[in-house]
């Protein structure tokens, strides 16, 4: 019986059947007959297709036939729909739009990309042919977003995502009769949005197309939103919702009997292994999903990937090599739709004189063409690595450089925190061979980065950066700043249950045990950071008063005055950070560390130095975001800057525009 199917298939079929309902009624009540589980009637119609010969289908065998695509598809069963499609395909070219899109997809999600270019020509057709002009814009859109993919131009994904947009918000009669089509493109969007960081479209959409899926009773789609959810909550540092997501997404899985959607989502559960630092249980649910014969190319890619990753952390090159040769095959095979896999095999190649750095250039190609900023950020990453491998150093701090610049643009924290560990290492170690003092401020510039960040999202790797720092002071005989340094670890140890940390640190503290260990040698801060997986920031609303440009000398060259409540006198601020700056040299001794911020009843001051300039942010609190704002600001606007600081003044209006963009981007309350 058609009503005993789940409410997302009967919704499609309402269009396919209209004229010949009784048929349809009677040849599912033949096939399925009483059948309420979906696993045995996607099972029964399957067998039945199976064991039909080729020859002409009846329309009601269509219907029956699209209903089953629509279960397999939705469970991630692609050979099932490829199989049947290629069986009955010269009965089905030239109609029933569905059928054909089920194909398109499944052989799209398998990177049966030749495939995929055979029965495009098809769909647009069929299109073609439709009466409604409304009608055939949306669905040509939604063609041209199936295929941002096979063309890897995710430009062309996100054009069309935005034209879809406007059918997509308030969808009539001629979008909601192709029911699977929309579940298509809302799953696509989400993904999509989460792929290029748009928390705008990705919170606009995914509720609705949660609410959707629960609805409609599409388990398998709600399973792949779920795997979404726990990527979001992993970006977040919330592994508590990440387990709770993934503890559903695979109920859901396991309730349609859908083996791809499970392994999916253990996927993640890899990845939250090494967020907590566990590389090796990360390495048994790889290797085990790999023996898994349901694993697709895509998947297969990753976990290739991801498997080569860690044994690279681990610093076992033979293994390194042979998971990412396997890696580089199947890239290749399909046309590299991977730039991230040839640069980190560029890499590898490199490293081990194998080539002299083709590979890692080519994958940069692809990325470029593929837009893939992320992918770009690993290039001059890994370039960075190359090269500190190799003692050049000085040419390792620019290609870790430009990897920030990448990965704070995007506000990639893994890479971040990554780079900055590197940039610690680096620094620490130019300073200790030319005891040159500006190479100790960089130094301390990026452990203490380091810090903030990892205070706010409470990560023990604070800890390890702490014990950097206070090891640096006692390398410099500054006891005094170490043992407040050590103590301010034993208290964020303390406050977050960190209890074997808390003895650690007091152990160093009391028998002040030389730290030099935790700069130099295979306990580096760097080889500790790049254990773990990390998530975005966690996003706390600030709220912004004022931004200044202040000179060497103290005085304000530029203003922006956020607030229309409160008058804040520029020059009585930038007064008061000279003062303090001035007071610490006189005490401390210049240069011995750099103001970076004062917090004081409610208010802080977030501090960014470029040259002989200080971009100064006024807020309510200080967070990760706030400071990557102003050191944008700052990087954009010193060009200018540069020219007019002579002139002691700059146009208030000049910098207006810059600064409105940079801030009305991030999440910020203007009071």
């Given at each position: 019986m058609i009503s005993n199917l789940p409410i997302f298939v009967r919704k499609e079929l309402e269009f396919y059947q209209q004229g010949i309902e009784d048929s349809v009624e009677e040849l599912f009540t033949s096939v399925i007959g009483q059948e309420t589980d979906e696993i045995k009637i996607r099972q029964t119609i399957s067998n039945y297709f199976s064991s039909k010969t080729t020859g002409d289908l009846e329309d009601n065998e269509k219907v029956l036939l699209l209903g089953n695509f629509l279960l397999c598809y939705w469970s991630k069963e692609y050979e099932t729909i490829i199989e049947h499609f290629l069986k009955f395909k010269e009965n089905l070219l030239g109609e029933n739009l569905s059928i054909h899109i089920c194909y398109l997809l499944s052989v799209r999600d398998m990177f049966l990309f030749e495939e995929y270019n055979e029965i495009y020509q098809s769909i647009e057709e069929i299109i073609e042919k439709e009466e409604h002009e409304k009608s055939k814009e949306y669905l040509t859109l939604a063609l041209q977003e199936f295929s941002a993919v096979t063309q890897k131009r995710p430009d062309f994904g996100f054009?069309?995502?935005?034209?879809?947009?406007?059918y997509l918000s308030s969808p009539g009669d001629d979008i909601t009769k192709y029911s699977f089509i929309l579940d298509a493109l809302m799953t696509d969007l989400v993904n999509f949005a989460y792929t290029i960081a748009d928390d705008t479209?990705?919170?606009?959409?995914?509720?609705?197309?949660?609410?959707?899926a629960e609805t409609f009773e599409?388990?398998?789609?709600?399973?792949?939103?779920?795997?979404?959810?726990?990527?979001?909550?992993?970006?977040?540092?919330?592994?508590?919702?990440?387990?709770?997501?993934?503890?559903?997404?695979l109920s859901l899985a396991k309730k349609i009997s859908s083996e791809r959607l499970n392994s999916i989502l253990l996927l993640n559960s890899a990845v939250i292994e090494k967020m907590k630092g566990d590389l090796a249980s990360a390495l048994e649910i790889y290797k085990s999903l790999l023996k898994t014969s349901k694993v697709f190319t895509p998947i297969q890619l990753e976990i290739l990937e991801k498997m080569g990753d860690i044994y690279?952390?681990?610093?076992?090159?033979?293994k390194t090599i042979e998971f990412y040769n396997q890696a580089h095959e199947i890239n290749e095979k399909y046309n590299f739709p991977n730039p991230m896999i040839e640069i980190v095999y560029g890499y590898i190649n490199l490293l081990e004189g194998k080539d002299e750095g083709e590979i890692l250039e080519h994958g940069m190609k692809l990325a470029q063409e593929q837009f893939d900023f992320?992918?770009?950020?690993?290039?001059?990453?890994?370039?960075g690595m190359f090269h500190q491998k190799k003692v050049d150093l000085a040419t390792a701090v620019k290609f870790f450089e430009r990897s920030l610049e990448f990965f704070?643009?995007?506000?990639?924290?893994?890479?971040?925190?990554?780079?900055?560990?590197?940039?610690?290492?680096?620094?620490?170690?130019?300073?200790?061979?030319?005891?040159n003092n500006d190479f100790a401020l960089k130094f301390l510039y990026f452990v203490d980065n380091l810090i903030d960040v990892t205070a706010e999202i409470e990560h023990s790797i604070y800890i390890d950066a702490i014990m950097t720092k206070a090891g640096y002071y006692r390398f410099r005989n500054m006891e005094e700043e170490a043992e407040e340094t050590l103590k301010q670890g034993i208290e964020f140890a303390g406050a977050h249950k960190f209890d074997d940390r808390v003895d650690e640190l007091n152990v160093i503290l009391e028998q002040k045990k030389s730290l030099i260990q935790e700069l130099r040698g295979s306990r580096k801060l760097f080889s500790k950071i790049r254990q773990f997986s990390f998530g975005t920031h966690k996003k706390i609303p600030i709220i912004l008063y004022l931004l200044l440009v202040i000179d060497e000398g103290g005085l304000p060259l530029y203003s922006y005055n956020f607030s229309k409540k409160q008058d804040i006198d520029d020059l009585l601020i930038s007064g008061l950070?000279?003062?303090?700056?001035?007071?610490?040299?006189e005490v401390l001794g210049k240069g011995v560390e750099t103001l970076r911020s004062i917090i004081h009843e409610g208010r802080s001051v977030i501090i960014e130095r470029q040259d002989n300039v200080m971009a100064v942010l006024v807020s309510d609190n200080e967070t990760f975001e706030s400071r990557l704002q102003v050191r944008k600001f700052l990087k954009e606007a010193m060009g200018t800057i540069k020219q007019k600081i002579t002139a002691k003044t700059i146009d208030q209006e000049e910098f207006q525009p810059l600064v409105e963009t940079i801030f009305k981007e991030a999440p910020f309350t203007v009071e």
């Open positions: 054009k069309a995502l935005n034209e879809l947009l406007r479209l990705k919170d606009l959409w995914l509720d609705s197309a949660v609410q959707r599409n388990k398998g789609m709600e399973s792949i939103l779920c795997d979404l959810l726990v990527s979001l909550s992993l970006k977040e540092y919330d592994i508590k919702g990440a387990n709770k997501h993934l503890e559903k997404g690279l952390l681990n610093e076992e090159m033979e992320n992918a770009m950020s690993y290039y001059f990453f890994y370039k704070e643009n995007q506000v990639i924290l893994e890479g971040i925190l990554y780079t900055y560990a590197a940039l610690v290492d680096i620094y620490f170690e130019m300073y200790r061979i030319t005891d950070i000279s003062a303090i700056i001035n007071f610490s040299q």
